[in-house]
């Protein structure tokens, strides 16, 4: 047994006891009514970074919610900076009658701790405290082999509004070679693995006009043009019949996929009826042609229809012409695409399925996020699987994820490599009720974040210094 190992397994109270008391602070961002909760937060974590020995701390304001900032310098010149990434708000609890146990009142289950924020994003910060005790004790030393930076911001549960501003304005500061995100997980507990890429999301809203008041479809009804009818008509063309999203250009600058990832994602132990029973709750598996379920939801760009309404919709019948129709669209974007370019393809598509008598209108929800991908030759990202195979004792592959978060910021505005150290697992209910952390996968990447220092300062693993 390692060193780490022993130091993780024999400390493990004093992880428990930070989830704990962190955990009780309702610290929900999209909230206003709970904007001093995620102050205390903040504080709360400022406070566990100085009793843990780093010489800088600091809280560092938005025009929102405040992140936390933390330093260690390591002692050896030259020695690589990591950026460690990570968000200390949480989600609303609603449903609260879904809960078994309050979701801010932390319970302990067997192996698995309940609580909103036990696996997003708490759990799996606090493991990196702890694998830093780890780590120092392992070597002997009072100052990490690399230089850490910590950034914690307070609203990424919200779209993080402020973050890329956050790093504009502090980018000398942090100025890192590698960033480390710890806010993701693993493909399943006894297949772990590291994610290679994030989707980029955007996304719009089309609105269509027609008769300028809702008309009686009996002396109106085929003889004026109906905006629900042409709306149904632009969304049915939206794919073709093979899933492909139908907006000409879409797939321009899609990179593709490369067959290495190809074959590590099939290695993968995916069981796609179960998760059609499972997770997906869903009877049939469908969409882009060519590619497998996994490959669908990771790595491929998709468009989706998130809503559309217009007309009657109460009890009984009203029979209308109505006057307006709507739908609101998003868009799942994969490396090589950003929602800047798609905005003019998606508005030669609309204009060229926009029917006579109809006024369309298409609004864009704000900038969107940018795709983000670790290339699987990257040295740091070798380092970080040789860190995790220590720990788990046992192959790492690779997954994606098909969300999307402010992990491309990061990677853009910082100018760095991004490599993804979570242990969260599918099945952790994070934004649901009874959001859990296995407290073993916890240890697990305490004691994975203990080697991954030491790796990423040997020779060959700092991408900066070649």
């Given at each position: ?15 428990h ?16 009514a709970?904007?001093a909760?995620?102050?205390?937060s ?18 560092w304001?938005?025009?929102?919610a ?20 990570g ?20 319970t302990?289950?067997g ?13 799996q ?23 850490l ?20 304005a ?9 960033v480390?995100v ?16 994030m ?10 006009h ?8 009996g002396?109106f009804?085929?003889?004026?043009p ?13 794919h ?10 879409f ?22 009826a ?14 882009e ?18 809503g559309?309404?217009?007309?009657y919709?109460?009890?009984?019948h ?11 669209l998003?868009?799942?974007l ?30 864009w929800?704000?900038d ?24 788990f ?43 859990r ?5 916890l ?24």
């Amino acid at each position: 047994m390692t060193t780490e190992r022993q130091y993780v397994e024999a400390h493990r109270d004093l992880l428990h006891a930070d989830l704990d008391g962190w955990l009780r602070i309702p610290s929900i961002s999209a909230d206003p009514a709970h904007a001093a909760d995620v102050r205390a937060s903040a504080e709360w974590l400022a406070a566990a970074f100085r009793r843990d020995g780093f010489p800088t701390v600091e809280v560092w304001e938005t025009p929102g919610a405040p992140a936390v900032f933390a330093e260690w310098p390591a002692a050896e010149p030259g020695a690589p900076v990591v950026v460690v990434y990570g968000h200390h708000d949480v989600q609303p609890v609603d449903p609260i009658e879904k809960w078994t146990t309050p979701p801010f009142e932390p319970t302990v289950r067997g192996e698995e701790l309940f609580a909103r924020g036990a696996a997003d994003d708490k759990g799996q910060l606090l493991f990196h405290l702890h694998g830093l005790r780890a780590h120092l004790a392992a070597t002997g030393r009072d100052t990490p082999a690399v230089t850490l930076r910590f950034l914690i911001e307070g609203e990424e549960e919200s779209g993080s509004p402020h973050f890329a501003d956050l790093l504009r304005a502090r980018r000398d500061r942090l100025a890192p070679d590698i960033v480390v995100v710890t806010d993701t997980g693993v493909f399943a507990r006894d297949f772990p693995t590291t994610t290679v890429g994030m989707r980029g999301l955007t996304g719009c809203q089309i609105d269509f006009h027609g008769p300028d008041v809702d008309l009686h479809s009996g002396s109106f009804g085929g003889a004026v043009p109906n905006p629900l009818t042409a709306l149904a008509r632009l969304l049915a063309a939206l794919h073709d019949e093979d899933g492909r999203v139908a907006i000409p250009g879409f797939y321009d600058r899609v990179a593709p996929l490369a067959d290495s990832e190809r074959t590590a994602y099939g290695n993968l132990p995916f069981d796609e009826a179960a998760w059609l029973a499972g997770p997906a709750h869903s009877r049939a598996a469908t969409g882009e042609a060519g590619y497998t379920t996994l490959e669908r939801i990771w790595a491929r760009p998709t468009a989706e229809v998130n809503g559309m309404w217009g007309g009657y919709t109460g009890p009984g019948h009203k029979t209308i012409v109505p006057a307006d129709a709507s739908a609101k669209l998003s868009f799942r974007l994969v490396s090589g695409q950003r929602g800047g370019d798609l905005r003019p393809l998606v508005e030669r598509w609309l204009a060229e399925h926009t029917p006579a008598g109809i006024t369309a209108t298409l609004h864009w929800g704000g900038d969107g996020v940018a795709p983000v991908t670790t290339p699987i030759d990257s040295p740091a990202l070798a380092a970080l699987v040789r860190s995790m195979e220590r720990s788990f004792g046992q192959p790492v592959g690779y997954s994606r994820e098909g969300g999307s978060g402010p992990e491309a910021d990061l990677a853009e505005v910082l100018d760095a490599p991004v490599i993804f150290l979570g242990v969260g697992l599918p099945d952790d209910a994070i934004h649901s009720p009874n959001e859990r952390v296995v407290l073993p996968m916890l240890e697990r990447g305490a004691e994975a974040a203990a080697y991954l220092w030491s790796e990423l300062a040997s020779p060959g693993a700092n991408p900066s210094a070649s």
